[in-house]
């Protein structure tokens, strides 16, 4: 069966500093690969879509960027974090054809920026 | 790029039927329409989808308007585990991204 995982689960970083968040998926290849984020009490925001090794979509205008360096591994990174950055990030997939029509999601992790 | 429209709150009683309604006049003819909920603090699940015709899981069922501008979610019985946020979903059949809205937050009285 397939699986998700990501970490870390929390984290609390100071402004300015980088980040790594890492997520890998088990049991299926070719997955389409996402990271989403949610700001406290708001929907989920699309940041990143890969449908491929080295293949991202961004989405979004912002301090982040994402990378794709295996089939089943996404990893969202920072330079340097902002106030702003702060939420509860979600790496999800989808099989590579569109009609599944699901999405899975990781535990998330929860970055507070101070 | 959310494309749905969903009132932000609803309320319910334990073990009666609940119709969540969504709203996507500006749907393409290549869109799915898909529904997942999100539990605090954890990542959404998949609940239902659908293109055209009604559709019904062990979870859910979904009715699809005609004109396949709105659509209404619905649970047949809810429990006091259903209380979670719904999303309404838009999914353009060519590609395979998901854009979630603010959704409905539903809470189930005992």
């Known amino acids: 069966s397939q699986t998700i995982h990501q970490w870390p689960a929390t984290l609390v970083q100071p402004v300015g500093s980088p980040l790594s968040l890492e997520c890998t998926v088990e049991g299926t290849s070719n997955p389409n690969l996402y990271w989403y984020r949610q700001a406290a009490g708001r929907g989920l925001q699309l940041l990143f879509y890969s449908v491929g090794i080295g293949q991202i979509s961004s989405e979004v205008p912002q301090n982040l960027s994402a990378s794709r360096p295996q089939d089943r591994q996404f990893i969202l990174s920072s330079k340097k974090l902002l106030l702003s950055d702060s939420g509860f990030y979600l790496c999800a997939w989808s099989g590579a054809f569109a009609n599944t029509g699901e999405l899975f999601f990781g535990e998330g992790s929860r970055l507070t920026v101070l | 790029d959310a494309k749905t429209t969903q009132p932000n709150s609803m309320e319910s009683n334990e073990e009666e039927p609940v119709h969540l309604p969504c709203n996507h006049s500006t749907i393409s003819g290549t869109d799915y329409i898909h529904w997942y909920r999100q539990l605090p603090s954890q990542g959404p699940e998949y609940v239902i989808h659908?293109?055209?015709s009604n559709v019904n899981n062990r979870m859910a069922s979904l009715a699809i308007a005609e004109d396949r501008k709105s659509s209404t979610l619905i649970l047949h019985r809810a429990t006091l585990r259903d209380a979670a946020v719904y999303y309404c979903i838009l999914r353009d059949g060519g590609i395979n991204k998901f854009y979630f809205g603010s959704g409905t937050k539903l809470n189930v009285k005992p």
């Open positions: 659908g293109l055209t």
